[in-house]
């Protein structure tokens, strides 16, 4: 079913957009006038997926592509492969991307996709033969100049070399454009594995040095040790700062003296278990509990709620993940005056590293590593500066998440008032 939302939609709003943009809209952050054009997708498509499985049996698995916002070009957003996948959840994540890309200063709009599935419980012909079908299914509402891809929770460049491989075979033509996330090999950019990593490292630099904190000093506790969390604390620990926690779904390993990230990372690198350096082993929920500096939520969403709000000690936090932070835990930790770095500027390294990737399949020229690495830090920087800018500016007081929504709301119905009569 492929729903195009206009102004006339009556199909169920996204309650988390709502409830984020009234809120902001109340607190003075924002303009209540023509925020209807964020409260809502402009294209809202879900296809129940039949996949032949191994033993020849047929399952069928729901499946979704939100495009969220246009205005300011073609929209760009992963596929995540979860049990728990549902249209409400993708709208959310889609909304967030809009966000993010305005925020990040891309050419972008924003999207989500998603297909409720366990992967874990598929071989690779079956997971291939599922990969492929969401592109058959979708493929038309696809594109370079329309909607790219990118890989998300449970997706990785193996999947994105079947899925552009799958619209190639349907269209006819070499597009690597269509999808980013891909195998260098297959127009992949370099650097772009731990480009979400590598952006949140530049950002918190950037914070840190602002209020005057010294990295070596630093404390830092990381939820969540895969792929963002883990080259996360590698870059972090680099830079000179204290890594105290990380955590896996398995549970925590905390040392107040500092743990050995080196020996963490090449262990979670090889899948083996990170609770082997004689660190004391903690739970997730005592990990967003410690008396850290810094405590940065790079696991999934909803983790500091209002069950937990109240014991949160860190003094500031950097959201990794996407939606860590409920609304009612984040104005409780503004009241307390606990600076929230929004995931929306924290973890936009990933959608950086995207656009740069589509750039150079676009133009046909490839950049190295170092270049990558030196474009994503000087782009995020020049973001970071940009919030700075509107969260200091004298005539309102606003949080990180204020500036950031302001910054991307403003910049949205700019491009949305220079394509038809609604006033930016």
Same mark, same amino acid.
């Given at each position: 079913?492929? %729903?195009?939302?206009?102004?006339?939609? %009556?199909?169920?709003?996204?309650?988390?957009?709502?409830?984020?943009?009234?809120?902001?809209?109340?607190?003075? /952050?924002?303009?209540?006038?023509?925020?209807?054009?964020?409260?809502?997708?402009?294209?809202?498509?879900?296809?129940?997926?039949?996949?032949?499985?191994?033993?020849?049996?047929?399952?069928?698995?729901?499946?979704?592509?939100?495009?969220?916002?246009?205005?300011?070009?073609?929209?760009?957003?992963?596929?995540?492969?979860?049990?728990?996948?549902?249209?409400?959840?993708?709208?959310?994540?889609?909304?967030?991307?809009? @966000?993010?890309?305005?925020? /990040?200063?891309?050419?972008?709009?924003?999207?989500?996709?998603?297909?409720?599935?366990?992967?874990?419980?598929?071989?690779?012909?079956?997971? +291939?033969?599922?990969?492929?079908?969401?592109?058959?299914?979708?493929?038309? $509402?696809?594109?370079?100049?329309?909607?790219?891809?990118?890989?998300?929770?449970?997706?990785?460049?193996?999947?994105?070399?079947?899925?552009?491989?799958?619209?190639?075979?349907?269209?006819?033509?070499? *597009?690597?454009?269509?999808? *980013?996330?891909?195998?260098?090999?297959?127009?992949?950019?370099?650097?772009?594995?731990?480009?979400?990593?590598?952006?949140?490292?530049?950002?918190?630099?950037?914070?840190?040095?602002?209020?005057?904190?010294?990295?070596?000093? *630093?404390?830092?506790?990381?939820?969540?040790?895969? $792929?963002?969390?883990?080259?996360?604390?590698?870059?972090?620990?680099? =830079?000179?700062?204290? !890594?105290?926690?990380?955590?896996?779904?398995?549970?925590?390993?905390?040392?107040?003296?500092?743990?050995?990230?080196?020996?963490?990372?090449?262990?979670?690198?090889?899948?083996?278990?990170?609770?082997?350096?004689?660190?004391?082993?903690?739970?997730?929920?005592?990990?967003?509990? @410690?008396?850290?500096?810094?405590?940065?939520?790079?696991?999934? +969403?909803?983790?500091?709620?209002?069950?937990?709000?109240?014991?949160?000690?860190?003094? !500031?936090?950097?959201? &990794?993940?996407?939606?860590? *932070?409920?609304? =009612?835990?984040?104005?409780?930790?503004? +009241?307390?005056?606990?600076?929230?770095?929004?995931?929306?500027?924290? $973890?936009?390294?990933?959608?950086?590293?995207?656009?740069?990737?589509?750039?150079?399949?676009?133009?046909?020229?490839?950049?190295?590593?170092?270049?990558?690495?030196?474009?994503?830090?000087?782009?995020?920087?020049?973001?970071?500066?940009?919030?700075?800018?509107?969260?200091?500016?004298?005539? &309102? %007081?606003?949080?990180?998440?204020?500036?950031?929504?302001?910054?991307?709301? +403003?910049?949205?119905?700019?491009?949305?008032?220079?394509?038809?009569?609604?006033?930016?």
């Amino acid at each position: 079913m492929d %729903t195009d939302l206009g102004p006339t939609g %009556t199909e169920t709003l996204c309650d988390v957009c709502t409830t984020e943009l009234d809120r902001f809209s109340k607190a003075g /952050a924002l303009a209540d006038r023509e925020l209807s054009l964020l409260r809502q997708p402009k294209r809202r498509i879900n296809v129940n997926i039949p996949v032949r499985m191994d033993d020849g049996s047929i399952e069928v698995f729901p499946s979704f592509r939100i495009q969220y916002n246009s205005a300011r070009g073609p929209t760009k957003g992963g596929i995540r492969y979860h049990p728990s996948v549902n249209a409400d959840e993708v709208d959310e994540l889609a909304f967030l991307m809009s @966000l993010k890309c305005a925020v /990040a200063n891309i050419p972008f709009g924003g999207a989500k996709g998603g297909i409720q599935v366990d992967p874990g419980e598929l071989s690779e012909g079956e997971l +291939e033969r599922l990969s492929r079908a969401y592109v058959k299914e979708y493929h038309e $509402n696809l594109g370079p100049n329309t909607d790219i891809p990118a890989p998300d929770v449970n997706t990785d460049s193996r999947i994105m070399a079947w899925m552009r491989d799958e619209y190639e075979s349907i269209t006819g033509r070499q *597009t690597p454009g269509v999808i *980013t996330g891909k195998p260098v090999e297959l127009g992949g950019s370099e650097g772009r594995e731990y480009a979400t990593s590598l952006g949140g490292a530049v950002i918190l630099d950037r914070f840190v040095d602002d209020v005057g904190m010294t990295r070596e000093k *630093t404390t830092v506790a990381i939820q969540g040790f895969g $792929n963002v969390g883990s080259h996360l604390a590698r870059f972090l620990h680099d =830079r000179g700062y204290d !890594v105290v926690a990380v955590s896996n779904v398995d549970g925590g390993a905390y040392d107040s003296n500092g743990l050995d990230v080196t020996a963490l990372f090449e262990t979670s690198e090889g899948g083996d278990d990170i609770f082997e350096f004689g660190a004391e082993e903690i739970s997730n929920a005592a990990l967003l509990t @410690l008396d850290v500096d810094v405590l940065i939520p790079a696991a999934i +969403e909803n983790q500091i709620t209002e069950n937990n709000m109240t014991d949160i000690r860190a003094d !500031v936090v950097l959201e &990794m993940a996407n939606g860590p *932070t409920t609304a =009612r835990a984040d104005t409780h930790l503004a +009241e307390r005056e606990i600076p929230v770095i929004p995931d929306i500027l924290a $973890n936009a390294g990933g959608v950086t590293a995207s656009y740069f990737e589509w750039v150079q399949n676009t133009t046909n020229e490839y950049w190295t590593e170092k270049t990558v690495r030196e474009k994503l830090t000087a782009h995020l920087r020049g973001a970071y500066d940009d919030l700075r800018e509107i969260k200091t500016a004298p005539e &309102m %007081t606003r949080t990180w998440r204020e500036a950031a929504y302001t910054r991307a709301v +403003e910049s949205v119905l700019r491009a949305e008032g220079y394509r038809s009569n609604v006033e930016g």
